[in-house]
């Protein structure tokens, strides 16, 4: 019996000691705070799998869980792991709690089960339950006190080999979780481990992967001579500067990425106004400015594009970016051809490349046939696409894949993506259609400059991650990738450049120039079946049709105020159109719709403006000293050009006056007065009105207006019958002294022939 018992002890024993070694594990895994203090597990418990759960406020890289405690991941070293790798994860743990803490820890927990899918990887980062196990070895320990309001740097390593991946090409999770003394969890941050096993579990299929860079800002030219909306290109052109650093990114991995050049030529047009003297703001006459010296960082920017860049691959957008959506819905496809025309003069102009329908192949822009669009966001609707072909002779277009996805199969079974398509336009042709990953533009979109370190990191190994994911996906199946960031990306030089280092150092990806697969586009390459634009469908955030509206009434002043300038210079009206240009340009989408309306409404009171500087100043009122008689009217231009203008008279159809034949066109220079007769006739006698009005040599009317009141009265004719009569007496009065002199005359002769004779 007491043999028994003892046993019966032992066998209790070793039960709870299981018991107590299992709860362990669990309370390394659950963010929750045990009731019993416990130690942390070491190597013992390290194969132990538990559920882990993140709190609602953790994230991929950033945990605060309630308790006040950030956690942080800003760097995995290496980003990939092989088989004999050691991982070294790297962070920060902040203590906002008001509190100090005392034998602070932070563990790496990770998985031997991969993901499946992406949409489990999206999963994991927005704190979803996953299996994961502590990695082998010690957690790091706080080397003292962690104060409120202070952050420390923890490190932590572990073996690859140790835990449990799978021979294969995979994507692993990680996660850091920040442990109180007691054990609890404080806070946690998550990220992803792609795995690379080398030639042990065969080489994929590499991905071909395409980069767009964008260089596109918010436009800032008006309509006065080299003046600005704003200065914020001073500091984005110089160095640290947003445009500066993703030149400076762009040129340094040009070559090992074959990434395309994505240019807005307003953006060149704008950095060329500031290579000399320029002015900031103003008013609609163009006064109120600010003076600012010539640019040294706009014209060191525009050297280095030009030179960088030169036979590199490249395409340019329509000028100013416009917002393409809106413009085709509300029927302003010429304004399109008009700006593709603006946007190909001055990319030639200022990169010394031949851009748009007369390109050739050969050119950076690819060519007319393989012309790229790119609309802002990638999306687009049928009737989108089929005036980008007919209005811009594009032949391929890059649009979010989010807008044409795949469709499922019959069965419902994984169908591998890829990016490049084809679509059917309006007019008969088929277009190349190349679909950027909506996914990884997404984790792009979080880049920027003012990121703390692990949200830079963040998308850093998102983005590899999601590369890793796509072939991992259908490893065995040669698929393409466009990546196409934001249209005005904001990362830093450094993120930006970490970024396109990645897609040279993963072995799972292949650069291509984005052209190549614009070829295959071109091709009609047969893809996955996906579902098929809408014919008609509004852009996110698009511009208003209110506003839209609005912008026709600014480009009919426009084209108003142009028709009336005299042989005006090509610089001048090609300002003009720009200023038109800059008003529909994409970048007032959504929160910025207000710089828009600024930019519009400035403009519109400038074409006003200018409009009232030309105006007729004759007088009122007129009279006739008969029926008929010629009418002076002046027309005055106090603008510094020269117009041309005509001056109409407008009679009511039952007025009693009527205007002969006149020459009215007048051609008046700066500061000068110009003068039209009329000739007016009247058939009673009294007063009539009749309307003066200028109007442009297009047959549009100007602001300026007056009513004349013409005045007629017989005094005329009177006056002549007087002068007529006055004129017969004097004829009359005239003969009769003749007629007397030489009577007078006779009379002598003829007494001094008689004299004679006597």
């Not at 060191?300 to 000028?319: H, I, R």
């Not at 012309?371 to 009737?383: E, N, T, V």
């Not at 030089?493 to 799972?508: F, H, N, Q, S």
Request: proline share 6%; glycine share 10%; net charge negative.
């Amino acid at each position: 019996m007491p043999i028994v018992r003892t046993v019966v002890r032992s066998l209790i024993a070793g039960a709870l000691a299981v018991a107590v070694s299992s709860l362990a594990g669990l309370a390394l895994a659950v963010p929750v705070a045990l009731a019993t203090p416990v130690t942390p597990a070491g190597p013992a418990t390290a194969s132990a799998t538990v559920l882990a759960k993140a709190s609602q406020q953790s994230t991929r890289t950033i945990g605060a869980s309630a308790s006040g405690v950030a956690v942080s991941i800003d760097s995995v070293s290496p980003q990939y792991a092989s088989a004999n790798s050691t991982i070294t994860v790297k962070g920060t743990i902040t203590n906002h709690t008001g509190e100090p803490l005392y034998g602070v820890q932070v563990q790496l927990d990770t998985s031997s089960t991969y993901f499946n899918a992406r949409s489990q990887m999206s999963g994991f980062s927005s704190g979803e339950a996953y299996l994961l196990n502590p990695v082998s070895g010690n957690p790091w320990p706080a080397p003292s006190t962690l104060h409120s309001g202070a952050t420390m740097s923890w490190s932590a390593s572990f073996q690859a080999a140790d835990q449990g991946y799978q021979k294969a090409y995979e994507v692993y999770p990680v996660q850091a979780q920040a442990l109180s003394s007691e054990g609890a969890v404080l806070g946690n941050a998550r990220t992803f481990l792609p795995y690379w096993p080398g030639s042990e579990g065969g080489a994929p299929d590499k991905l071909s992967t395409a980069w767009v860079w964008p260089l596109i800002d918010t436009p800032q030219q008006g309509a006065c001579y080299q003046d600005l909306a704003t200065n914020e290109l001073a500091s984005s052109l110089a160095t640290g500067g947003r445009l500066n650093g993703l030149l400076t990114a762009g040129l340094e991995y040009a070559g090992r990425t074959s990434l395309t050049w994505a240019v807005d030529p307003a953006l060149l047009s704008d950095a060329s106004v500031m290579t000399q003297r320029y002015k900031v703001g103003g008013d609609a006459l163009c006064k109120e400015t600010v003076a600012m010296p010539a640019s040294g960082a706009a014209t060191t920017w525009l050297k280095d594009l030009k030179a960088g860049t030169a036979g590199e691959q490249m395409f340019v957008t329509p000028y100013a970016d416009p917002d393409v959506s809106a413009l085709v819905h509300a029927g302003l496809d010429s304004d399109l051809v008009q700006s593709y025309a603006l946007g190909d003069t001055w990319a030639q102009q200022l990169l010394g490349e031949p851009f748009g329908p007369g390109a050739t192949v050969a050119s950076p822009s690819g060519g007319a046939a393989n012309a790229i669009a790119w609309p802002d966001g990638g999306a687009a609707d049928s009737s989108v696409l089929t005036s980008l072909a007919r209005d811009g002779d594009v032949g391929t277009t890059v649009l979010n894949s989010n807008e044409m996805p795949a469709l499922r199969t019959a069965t419902g079974t994984y169908q591998p993506d890829d990016a490049v398509g084809s679509v059917t336009t309006g007019i008969g042709t088929t277009m190349g259609v190349l679909l950027a990953d909506s996914g990884i533009t997404s984790d792009l979109n979080a880049a920027s400059a003012q990121s703390s370190p692990g949200a830079k990191f963040a998308v850093e190994q998102d983005f590899l991650a999601e590369t890793a994911m796509i072939v991992a996906e259908a490893p065995n199946t040669a698929r393409s990738l466009v990546i196409a960031p934001p249209q005005r990306w904001d990362p830093s030089e450094g993120e930006a450049a970490a970024l396109l280092g990645l897609t040279t150092k993963a072995p799972w990806i292949q650069s291509v120039p984005l052209s190549t697969l614009a070829g295959k586009a071109d091709k009609h390459a047969a893809g996955p079946a996906r579902q098929s634009l809408p014919g008609s469908s509004r852009a996110p955030q698009e511009l208003s049709r209110n506003y839209m509206n609005e912008v026709q009434s600014v480009r009919a002043g426009a084209s108003l105020y142009k028709s009336m300038l005299y042989k005006p210079t090509t610089a001048a009206t090609t300002t003009l159109e720009d200023a038109v240009a800059v008003t529909e340009s994409s970048a007032w989408r959504g929160q910025a719709s207000s710089g828009g309306w600024l930019a519009m409404s400035t403009l519109a009171s400038y074409f006003g403006y200018r409009e009232d500087q030309v105006q007729i100043i004759t007088k009122n009122n007129v009279v006739l000293a008969g029926p008929s008689g010629d009418t002076p009217v002046s027309v005055s231009n106090g603008l510094d050009v020269a117009v041309q203008v005509e001056v109409r008279a407008l009679v009511s159809p039952d007025s009693r006056l009527s205007i002969g034949n006149y020459s009215s066109l007048l051609t008046i220079q700066p500061g000068q007065t110009g003068l039209v007769r009329l000739p007016v006739r009247s058939a009673a006698l009294g007063t009539t009105s009749l309307q003066l009005e200028l109007v442009a040599p297009n047959g549009s009317p100007l602001t300026s207006t007056q009513s004349l009141s013409v005045e007629s009265t017989r005094f005329g004719r009177t006056l002549l019958i007087v002068i007529a009569a006055a004129l017969g007496v004097l004829v009359l009065s005239s003969l009769a002294r003749w007629v007397r002199r030489k009577w007078h005359e006779g009379i002598s002769v003829a007494e001094g022939e008689s004299g004679e004779t006597g």
